[in-house]
């Protein structure tokens, strides 16, 4: 410990980065003290030495030793990147978002560290390209750098990359190429990717159509709470596609998605749905069915006729769906005027008038 002090004291910058490493961790029989490393580091720091750069940078980043200083940890990355600090390129690029001034160096930074192959760089200049920040928008760069990142596994790119080959965004549109990049991506576990997969073989969209398939993977996105495959789940359910019919089951997924005040609206087309289920509702068919589609915020083409159809959902069902059923119609009511609250019950009395099915005429006078 003496030999190392004479050293430090000397100006051996290697021996200022053992004396500070020694007093940050608390080693070599001294306690533990990040302002007097703080100290040890910056002589080494300013002498050029790299580690020592990077790990102040840290200390102000962190507030470790010194007041934390954002700006002045960029200035002492910046110092070792030029150095060739790869950890520090890296950490350069990542905390240049918060200092608006480095923004256009944080884009170099960016493009080098993604040349140098790594994957959380090159997803981060595909958003760059997509969004047209801080380079010009640019589909076909920003799809280039997605790939690049997608091949090494990065999932969040695997699913940027499904959505460019789906619109035809940057890439000729190839929707059976977009679900085998979000093929992998849910596969690791992303639950949107998982939801979009499940919706591209409920529909035979890129895929063969598979209902089976589909429960599979809305299963996978709801459990982790995904909301529009808790409602696609709940549709596949109450129509027994895929798994065997079971309201039950429809009703507690709708009631996992409707708790977060969401129903699914793309990519999957519930619309088609639930005008089939409305069509079957009309012509004689259990009404059980329908009450299920009655659970998110809107059913028909407007409010009125949502607001409509919950109301005749409500007076024909009974216990938990009722309520369920009754929560979404006054939640259509919170942004309809007394008019259209009106017209949509007097719209209900008449269709129930003319299919009389045991309901309780008291229900289609609520809902304001």
């Keep these: 410990m003496q030999w190392v002090r004479q050293a430090a004291e000397q100006g051996l910058a290697e021996a200022q980065v053992s004396l ?18 703080v100290v040890w580091y910056r002589l080494a720091a300013e002498q050029g030495h790299a580690e020592a750069q990077v790990t102040l940078g840290r200390m102000y980043a962190g507030g470790r030793g010194v007041a934390q200083d954002p700006a002045e940890a960029v200035r002492w990355y910046r110092r070792a990147a030029e150095e060739g600090h790869v950890v520090a390129q890296v950490t350069l690029g990542l905390r240049y978002d918060g200092v608006a001034q480095d923004s256009v160096d944080a884009l170099v930074w960016y ?36 790939r690049q990142a997608a091949e090494q596994g990065h999932v969040v790119a695997q699913f940027a990359l499904g959505l460019r080959y789906d619109a035809g965004d940057g ?22 990717a998982q939801f979009t997969l499940g ?45 065997a019919p079971d309201a039950a089951e429809a009703v507690r997924w709708y009631r996992r998605a409707a708790a977060q005040s969401h129903i699914a609206r793309a990519p999957y ?6 005008r089939n289920t ?32 919950l109301n005749l959902a409500a007076a024909r069902s009974t216990g938990e ?48």
């Design 278 to 309: 409305l069509d079957h509702l009309e012509h004689g068919g259990s009404s059980s069915d329908s009450i299920l589609f009655g659970v998110g915020q809107s059913i028909g083409p407007d409010d009125v006729t949502s607001h409509m159809w």
């Design 269 to 274: 087309d519930f619309r088609g749905e639930i």
């Design 171 to 192: 890439v000729v549109q190839d929707p059976a190429e977009a679900a085998v990049w979000y093929r992998r991506a849910a596969a690791q576990g992303h639950a949107v």
């Design 20 to 37: 500070g490493g020694r007093y940050l961790d608390g080693r070599g029989g001294v306690a533990p003290d990040a302002a007097e490393a």
């Design 111 to 146: 493009r080098w560290e993604a040349e140098q192959g790594n994957a959380e760089a090159q997803q981060i200049l595909g958003d760059m390209y997509t969004a047209g920040r801080i380079v010009p928008g640019d589909a076909a760069k920003a799809v280039a750098w997605y």
């Design 199 to 243: 919706s591209m073989y409920a529909d035979g969209r890129g895929v063969a159509q598979d209902p089976v398939e589909a429960v599979v993977w809305f299963r996978r996105a709801a459990e982790q709470g995904y909301a529009s495959a808790q409602a696609a789940l709940g549709v596949l359910y109450a129509d027994g596609r895929g798994v």
């Design 321 to 368: 769906v009722r309520d369920l059923v009754i929560h979404s119609r006054d939640t259509v009511a919170e942004r309809m005027t007394q008019n259209e609250i009106a017209d949509a019950q007097r719209r209900a009395r008449e269709w129930d008038a003319a299919h009389p099915r045991e309901p309780s005429p008291s229900a289609l006078n609520h809902g304001a």
